[in-house]
């Protein structure tokens, strides 16, 4: 079996069950080694293959071509282990429930969250139409902005394409945002770029906390083609939907 760990590509003899049902396996990634390629890649910004690259040249410094190739291998297990990391953070590690929507992200931590970082007493009341109300403590603002410089082109084979946490996270989810896509009017303009024909997005949308600039879970989309009105209307309910969550 080829074990891939931080401290390079080793080849080591393993016995496995006999099992009927047994499944074998010819390679493994240590804890340490997917630990450790994640915090390269989030710091350092190293690619998977440049990542392993380097374990090919710790493992055989002169023959390094010669090193078992798990190159594709890496980049699936790491996007298996991040997710499963994702999901023990926010408490999901051990439970059988599904996550919904947003929960994989956290919000602003310095805004007031009622019944999360403050405190309500049991006399006050959130509700606006009351006049005693202090809801306006607890008031938060937001901004909308967008990044024209994030394009992303179509995939070669979209069927390949696995989402592991479409909706859970800060993105909205695909199919709620082509289905509004697909239901709101909106005006569209004739471009003179012929190269958003071979881009999935052009870009892409978002709100964030006003005063601290953190991102708001659930509210953040994909630019088709520019900056449209359709495209923020979804980042905005979602918006809404949070400002009266907690009330």
Known sequence: MVIIDKSGVHRLEIRCCDCPNALSRKTAFTFRVLDDFLLDNLECG????????KLRRMTSSMFPHLVPDRYRELMRVARQWRQLKTMKWHGFGHRS???STGELALFCPACPQPGINVLVAGDESLDDDDKNSPSWKYTRSFVMDGNFKAEHLHPIKPFDEVWLSDGLGFMVGKDRYKMHLAEAADMVEKSSCNNHRALESTGIGGVACARHGCFVPHAMVDFKKGERRVTSAIPHSRVDHASHADK
């Open 97 to 99: 429930d599904i996550p």
């Open 46 to 53: 190293t690619s998977a293959m440049n990542y392993y690259s």
